[in-house]
């Protein structure tokens, strides 16, 4: 799995503003969107180009544009709605699939709730997108229900990853692209990463 920790200091900084224990919801909610539209732009630099023809100002000339494939933005209900407005400030025209999984506090393991996938996602790249990465449990569902639909060019994005969910998803999906803002230390005894940002569907959606 080709891992991309992104280390550009807008990210760094952003990203570093996230983890302040007194962030508010407001601030967390921006900062969330802000990393998630660089991740975006980091994560689209392979996407392939080709040159067509075109009327200019004045006469004929060549432009390169994105070839072909088309978008998916795939946010994992609920904390993945913070991230989904970033990728779309870039690539405003992509459809939306949500799909719906929350984490159960006491197994950790991933309970899906909801589904709803574009209609031709084969023919779309997918960018899944959640701001944690803990056990990998909620990702691994996630790319396992993508593929079961028949999607087949997946790259993942998330504010941040636990070294221990970066292995779960390199084993059962090798061929993934991840970006990240930052690889963390480690999964303390509940699952929550450290040093982390805390629970990040409570903070973007004022709960708790
Ligand atoms: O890697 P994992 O161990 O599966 O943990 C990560 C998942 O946990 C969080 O969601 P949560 O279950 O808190 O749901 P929420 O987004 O509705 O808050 C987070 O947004 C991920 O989806
Ligand atoms: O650290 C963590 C782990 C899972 N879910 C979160 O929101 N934060
Ligand atoms: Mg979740």
Known sequence: ????????????????????????????????????????????????METVEIDGWNGPISINQIKGKKVTVVPILRAGLGMMDGVLEHIPAAKVSVVGI??????????????????????????????????????????????????????????????EGLKAVEEAHPEIELYTASVDDCLNEKGYILPGLGDAGDKIFGTK
């Open 1 to 48: 799995m080709k891992v991309t920790e992104v280390k550009h200091p807008l990210i760094q900084h952003k990203l570093g503003l996230m983890r302040a224990a007194d962030v508010s919801t407001k601030r967390f909610r921006e900062l969330a969107k802000e990393v998630a539209a660089l991740l975006t732009y980091e994560a689209t630099s392979g996407f392939e």
């Open 102 to 163: 929350y984490r159960d506090e006491e197994t950790l393991e991933p309970v899906p709730y909801f589904e709803k996938l574009v209609s031709n996602i084969e023919e779309r790249i997918a960018l899944v997108v959640d701001p944690m990465l803990a056990t990998g449990g909620s990702m691994n569902a996630t790319l396992d229900l993508l593929k079961k639909r028949g999607c087949k060019q997946i790259k993942v994005l998330v504010l941040v990853a636990a070294p």
